[in-house]
């Protein structure tokens, strides 16, 4: 009997000490940020003051995908009184990969949003969600037509990405580039990048944004230009009188892109190219060595 009485002692003690293990190792896979575990972020997004909700919501994006539960949560914000909370929910659904997918259908609500910082930040995020095209094209397509050109060229871009034939988006874009926003004229050039050999139609364009007074123009212009290839040779002399004048190290990588793209039709900007690696010492590591790269790709040697 007395062995029997110790043997059930060791069992209950077997037992609990099981589930204390499993306790502990349930709190610590339990995603936590600043000390605080998910559920109590959680619960702050239904906190009083809109920054308490937009702390939670940021905490909740850097768990990433760890997060997903807060999924119901976060949609709920999509509604908030709040701008800079409905924005930051966005982000947030976007950054937990697979489970904010649910919420395309609301995020592709806000493009209707009274907000045009929100209607931008809804065009930016639907691609990151990776919805099924049909559920978000014709309401992307719709905001072409919107208002403001911040909002234009965000649904471009996003319709560019998630139906990349859409030849409304290209149009939209090359409209884009007479936009009066210098910041409007470079992101839209910079979008063309996306339609690669195809934007060769905007080549005039791209070519006129060459000798924009914005370097932001200049520079998405040449990147542009690049992505359409060697069919863009006559580019070339414009680009390479862009390298010349140059005083960005950034746009003279721009440049340098485009004419490497062009290959050996490009070997007249060799020298400018050259004279490029020591007018920009302080552009830090890596510029010489781009440099060096791109004349070697024109050369044939890369």
Not at 13 to 25: E, K, N
Not at 68 to 80: G, K, S, T, Y
Not at 160 to 168: A, M, T, Y
């Amino acid at each position: 009997m007395h062995g029997k009485s110790i043997g059930s002692v060791g069992v209950i003690a077997v037992s609990w000490a099981l589930l204390v293990l499993w306790t502990g190792c349930s709190r610590r896979e339990q995603p936590q940020y600043l000390g605080k575990p998910l559920p109590q972020w959680t619960a702050q997004l239904k906190a009083d003051a809109p920054e308490d909700r937009q702390k939670a919501v940021e905490a909740i994006m850097v768990m990433g995908s760890r997060a997903a539960p807060a999924v119901p949560a976060l949609q709920e914000l999509l509604q908030d009184k709040e701008a800079a909370v409905r924005m930051a929910a966005v982000d947030a659904l976007a950054s937990l990969g697979p489970a904010g997918r649910s919420a395309a259908p609301e995020v592709v609500g806000l493009l209707g949003d009274p907000d045009e910082a929100v209607r931008v930040k809804a065009a930016e995020g639907i691609p990151r969600l990776d919805p099924p095209k049909d559920q978000v094209v014709p309401a992307l397509t719709r905001s072409l037509d919107d208002k403001a050109p911040k909002v234009r060229l965000a649904a471009a871009n996003a319709l560019g990405r998630v139906d990349p034939g859409s030849k409304q988006a290209f149009a939209t874009l090359v409209a884009l580039l007479a936009d009066p926003s210098p910041t409007v004229r470079g992101a839209a050039a910079l979008g063309l990048t996306a339609h690669g050999a195809a934007a060769k139609e905007a080549l005039p364009l791209l070519l006129k944004a060459l000798d924009d007074p914005s370097a932001d123009a200049r520079i998405g212009a040449a990147l542009a230009i690049g992505a359409i290839g060697p069919e863009a040779k006559s580019a070339i002399a414009p680009l390479i009188k862009v390298l010349e004048k140059t005083v960005s190290s950034d746009e003279c990588l721009a440049c340098a892109n485009a004419l490497q793209a062009m290959g050996p039709e490009a070997k007249a900007a060799i020298p400018s190219l050259r004279k490029a690696t020591s007018r920009f010492t302080d552009a830090g590591a890596g510029f010489g060595d781009r440099i060096k790269g791109a004349i070697g790709r024109i050369e044939g040697s890369k």
